[in-house]
């Protein structure tokens, strides 16, 4: 399988917001915006503080990775593999190769609903630990 990260540049914010709807749905997230407000959201993100790698499988965006450096940590903010690209090692993938070429000896945090359940099994194969808990009431 040929798999290539690259960075995302403004281009792919269309794409980005797209995946990101979909991720959104995909965790149970409570986050209401469409995918113009999405696309916006993530024209915002890249050309400001987080930075982005898609995941480029077969000359195919299969994901992509959303952070930033926090000085202390990276900071995932999301990081998606398209439906149909789950459970082939594409994100893990991701992340290790990140690791290698642009995170070197850096701490990572990233946060997860904790009905998510799939996500935090991946993140916890992943090389992840349980860390702390934010609470929440309405």
């Known amino acids: ?13 269309k794409l980005l917001g797209i995946m990101n709807k979909r991720l959104i749905e995909d965790e149970g997230h409570s986050n209401p915006m ?4 999405l696309v916006e959201r ?4 890249i050309t400001n503080e987080y930075e ?3 995941i480029v499988k077969e000359n195919e965006i299969s994901g992509y990775c959303l952070f930033r450096d926090d000085k202390e940590y990276i900071y995932i903010r999301q990081l998606y593999v398209e439906r149909n690209n789950r459970k082939m090692g594409l994100g893990k993938s991701c992340i ?3 690791k290698r070429n642009l995170w070197i000896d850096r701490k990572l945090r990233m946060d997860v609903l904790i009905k ?7 993140w916890r194969k992943t090389g992840f630990k349980d860390y702390y808990i934010t609470m929440e009431m309405k």
């Not at 993530?42 to 993100?45: H, S």
Request: glycine share 2%; net charge neutral; hydrophobic share 45%.
């Open 1 to 13: 399988m040929n798999v290539e990260f690259k960075k995302a540049e403004l281009k792919d914010k």
């Open 34 to 37: 469409n995918i113009n407000e």
């Open 42 to 45: 993530m024209r915002n993100f």
């Open 52 to 54: 982005a790698y898609l």
């Open 96 to 98: 290790q190769w990140l």
């Open 116 to 122: 998510n359940t799939i996500g935090i099994e991946f």
